[in-house]
């Protein structure tokens, strides 16, 4: 028996003929094996361009960092150093400050001292005085100045402030004579994660005075 007419056209419409069998067929091993290469480039380009902006919001953070410790850093040195009366001593890693003259009497004492050290062992900046709550002022000979600090430090009467952390390197820099000592320069680098940042700066004794 014939089927009827409709469903003849339909049976030819659902029936891959010899002419229409690549369209029909699905994707070839070349066209499949383009597909997920260009699958692959694309997923990889997005990775990397992720890892570059989380690399690049990383490193604004660290920059934003750097930049206020580098400044806090100068400023503090160059505040000590302007309102100073003399340079007593002069090292690379240490100066010492004759900080004021409190009891007016332009003489030394061990509580106008101030000493302003690198800590290369901690990457840090320190101020160190003589503690006012332990500590008795006492006239200091410009002979005893070199040791000074270590007796306030062994008799436990020496007051330590970490003015800022993260510096690599560091140098002081001046006349041969501390005491003719007029101009004080410094050079430092600060690091933060892997960013860096150095400087060099410079302040005049007794300047703010």
Known sequence: MTPPTHLRKRA???TCGHARW????????????????STAFVGTAVAAMLHAVAYAAEGGNEQRDLVPKQRVSAARIADAVRGAKEVLELSTDEVTLWADDLDGDDDYDSDE????????????????TAD???????????GDIPTLDT????????????????????????????????????????????QSDSQV??????SSQ
């Not at 101030?114 to 320190?126: C, G, P, Q, T």
């Not at 006012?132 to 410009?142: F, G, L, Q, R």
């Not at 004579?177 to 680098?189: I, K």
Request: hydrophobic share 45%; proline share 2%.
């Open 151 to 194: 007796t306030l430090s062994g008799a436990g009467e020496m007051a330590v402030t970490t003015w800022v952390r993260d510096v690599t390197a560091f140098s002081f820099a001046g006349d041969a004579t501390p005491t003719a000592t007029a101009l004080v320069t410094w050079r430092q680098t600060v690091t933060v994660g892997g």
């Open 12 to 14: 030819r419409n659902t």
């Open 132 to 142: 006012s709550t332990t500590h008795t002022s006492v006239a200091v000979p410009i």
């Open 113 to 128: 001292i101030a000493w302003i050290k690198y800590d290369a062992s901690n990457d840090r900046l320190e101020h160190h």
């Open 22 to 37: 690549r369209r029909c067929a699905g994707l070839s091993l070349a066209e499949l094996v383009l597909a997920l290469a």
């Open 201 to 206: 700066h410079a302040a005049e004794i007794g």
